[in-house]
């Protein structure tokens, strides 16, 4: 069984930086995308940040130039710095992995997170 352990969040003043981290535990081969995704109230779930297993990166244009994503292969780890936090940013935010390999499986699987609440008060 895969698990995502996320960790991090918090409350922040507008213009703070907080950084999420996120482990995936288990018997995994590989995992072919690891990202973030948040969720406010009242919205649905969006994406934030995306890496491949090669470092290709993809990111939402409202976050683009504060947050970096960046991921550890061998640990199965992602993290997502934020900088200039914004109000708007205020979301709980989601680890995601996707196209993940387990030992003797033909198929790939995507998993989720708990998510973890980020603050950010004007």
């Known amino acids: 069984q895969v698990q995502l352990t996320e960790s991090g969040g918090g409350l922040v003043q507008a213009g703070g930086s907080l950084r999420l981290s996120c482990a995936a535990s288990?018997?995994?081969?590989?995992?072919?995308?690891m990202g973030w995704y948040r969720q406010a109230p009242g919205k649905q779930r969006e994406l934030v940040a995306t890496i491949t297993r090669v470092g290709n990166t993809n990111y939402a244009d409202s976050v683009k130039g504060r947050f970096t994503i960046s991921r550890d292969n061998a640990r199965n780890t992602v993290a997502l710095q934020m900088n200039s936090l914004k109000p708007e940013d205020t979301a709980v935010y989601y680890c995601?992995?996707?196209?993940?390999?387990?030992?003797?499986?033909?198929?790939?699987?995507?998993?989720w997170g708990q998510g973890t609440q980020v603050t950010v008060s004007s």
């Open positions: 995601n992995a996707a196209g993940v390999l387990l030992p003797l499986q033909a198929s790939l699987y995507d998993y």
């Open positions: 288990g018997s995994i081969l590989t995992i072919v995308t």
